[in-house]
């Protein structure tokens, strides 16, 4: 079936680091890929997504391209704020499986001063 | 202000003592969707609704049962809760499909069975 793996955290950076967080897939078919982003006592927000390979998601200076021959869409920015400081998940929907998003465990991301 | 309301926040119960989670949104969305978010599994699909009257199973439905008799109202039921129902909580909806448009989801309601 589908899969999501992502990187284990907790990922601890000083504000203004480059932030990479790694997420590979697992999945018959074409998915669409999303990263979602979950800050402290909220649900779950949209952060971009990307839904054929070599498309480029953006939003908020968070960059992810989806790389089919890798199975890869990592989560990059290139200077990180406190403000970023949330739980980070990598999903996908499969062309077969329209009721439903796939998540990976979550990537933990703390920003210090 | 478009939202998901999920109600209780916070609850903590007894083995066995049914309970309902309830979930209404305002974005007149067609399809909503029960989570559950575990340590180290992430988020699980619970149950989905495409539509009124329209409920399946997700990938961890034992144990819960849901109904959708309004557009806007998803309830999430335990009809005999037992305590590796303690978990997180979320509810979500979307204009269609999950994949097709952005899940709104709530803020979550975290369950403690004891």
């Known amino acids: 079936g589908d899969s999501v793996t992502q990187m284990e955290g907790p990922v601890t950076l000083s504000e203004e680091a480059f932030l990479t967080i790694n997420c590979t897939y697992t999945a018959t078919g074409y998915p669409s890929l999303f990263w979602y982003v979950q800050y402290p006592g909220e649900g779950l927000q949209l952060l971009l997504k990307?839904?054929?390979?070599?498309d480029k998601g953006s939003n908020k200076g968070f960059e992810a391209t989806y790389r089919k021959e890798t199975t890869s869409f990592h989560l990059e920015k290139g200077s990180v704020q406190v403000s970023d400081s949330a739980v980070y998940f990598c999903a996908l929907r499969n062309t077969g499986t329209a009721s439903k998003l796939t998540f990976g465990t979550g990537t933990r991301l703390q920003v210090t001063l | 202000e478009a939202q998901v309301t999920q109600n209780p926040r916070y609850l903590i119960t007894v083995t066995g003592k049914k309970l309902t989670v309830t979930c209404s949104q305002n974005?007149?969305?067609?399809?909503m969707s029960w989570y559950r978010q575990d340590p180290g599994l992430g988020l699980r699909q619970i149950y989905y609704?495409?539509?009124?009257?329209?409920?399946d199973k997700g990938d961890v439905p034992e144990g819960y049962k849901v109904s959708r008799k309004e557009k806007r109202n998803f309830p999430l039921i335990l009809e005999s809760p037992s305590p590796n129902q303690t978990s997180l909580y979320f509810c979500?909806?979307?204009?269609?499909?999950?994949?097709?448009?952005?899940?709104?989801f709530g803020d979550g309601t975290r369950l403690s069975i004891l």
């Open positions: 974005m007149n969305h067609e399809y």
């Open positions: 979500a909806s979307s204009l269609g499909g999950p994949g097709n448009q952005p899940q709104h």
């Open positions: 990307a839904t054929k390979a070599d």
């Open positions: 609704s495409m539509n009124v009257e329209v409920t």
